[in-house]
C-alpha cells in the first residue's frame, strides 16, 4: 500500500498535470470505485476546474471549483497517469478524466480496491475516512506529549497501534518496521508499556523518517510509481523491511520475520527490547 511520503509524491507529481485544468469529460470503466452514484459523479465533475491538490495522510484531497473536492484512496496498489483521450485503455485502467486541453489523466488500480468520494469542501473530516485519523508526523498535533498520552492508553502491541492511523496517520508497514528498528523497540511490545525515553526517541524517528522518505519520492518495492511514471528512492535506505534472514546492520544477529496481525514484520530479535 502506498503510504504518507509515497501519496505525497503522487500528489506533487500530480498537481502540475492536473491544476488549472478543466474537466471536459469523465468515464467510468469500474463503477464500484465511485463512492455514491457514478452517474451523479460523472456529472458533478464535467465542467469542473482542479483549483489544487491537498493530502492528508493517505488521502489526496483534489479541490475543485464550486466548492467540491474529489477525496481519493489509492489503498493497495491505485496509481495516476497522465496520457490522452484517443490513446487505448489498458487492463486495469477504471476511470478516466479528460480535459479541454486535450490531455487525460487514468487511474489504474490491479486490486480495484481503491476509492473515490466526491464531498462538497470542507465537510472532508465528517464524510470520508479522513474523520478517524489522528494527527500527520511533523506537525505541532504530533508532539511527544500527545504521542505518549495516547500510546500509555493502548493495551495492543505497538506495531497494531501504529498502523491503525488514530494515533499518527500516514505510516503503513514499511516504516512502522523501519522506525521500531531505528528506535530499538520490538513490534510486539506493548505500547502502554514503553517508556517515556523510548517514545521521544520513535516519536523523533517517525518524524524524521516520513521526512527523508518524502524528500526521496516515496519507497519503490513492489508496483509504487509516480504520477510521472518514476519510481521512488528511499528503498536504498531500508534497513529491515524486506531483509529476513540477513545480519542486522547494527548488532549483526540475524533478523527474524513474524506475522503480527496478518501483516509481514521483520525485526532484530536481540537489540529491539520487549516491553511488556
Partial sequence: MPEMPEVETVRRTLS???????????????????????????????GKKVLKID???????????????LVSHLRMEGKYRITTAAAPKEKHEHIQFIFTDGSAIRYD?????????????GTERQTTGIRHLGPEPNTDEFSVEYFYQKLAKKKKNIKNTLLDQTIVCGL???????????????????????????????????????????????TTVHSFLNAAGKTGD?????????RAG???LRCKTI??????????????????????
Fill in 172 to 218: 503503513g508497514n514499511i516504516y512502522v518496521d523501519e522506525v521500531l528498528w531505528q528506535s530499538k523497540i520490538a513490534p510486539l511490545s506493548s505500547a502502554q508499556r514503553i517508556p517515556y525515553d523510548a517514545v521521544v526517541k520513535l516519536h523523533h524517528n517517525i518524524n524524521q523518517t516520513i521526512a527523508e522518505a518524502i524528500e526521496k519520492n516515496g
Fill in 109 to 121: 488500480d490491479v486490486r480495484k480496491f481503491g476509492r473515490m468520494h466526491l464531498v462538497e469542501t
Fill in 255 to 276: 533478523l527474524e520475520k513474524i506475522k503480527v496481525n496478518g501483516r509481514g514484520t521483520t525485526y532484530c530479535p536481540n537489540c529491539q527490547v520487549l516491553y511488556k
Fill in 234 to 242: 528511499y528503498q536504498n535506505e531500508l534497513k529491515v523491511y524486506g
Fill in 16 to 46: 502540475p498535470l492536473m491544476q488549472g485544468k478543466i474537466i471536459k469529460e469523465v468515464t467510468v470503466w469500474y463503477p464500484k470505485i465511485i463512492v455514491g452514484d457514478s452517474n451523479a459523479f460523472i456529472q458533478k465533475l464535467t
Fill in 246 to 248: 540477513q545480519e542486522c
Fill in 55 to 69: 493530502r492528508y495522510g493517505k488521502y489526496l484531497l483534489i479541490r475543485l471549483s464550486d466548492d467540491l473536492t
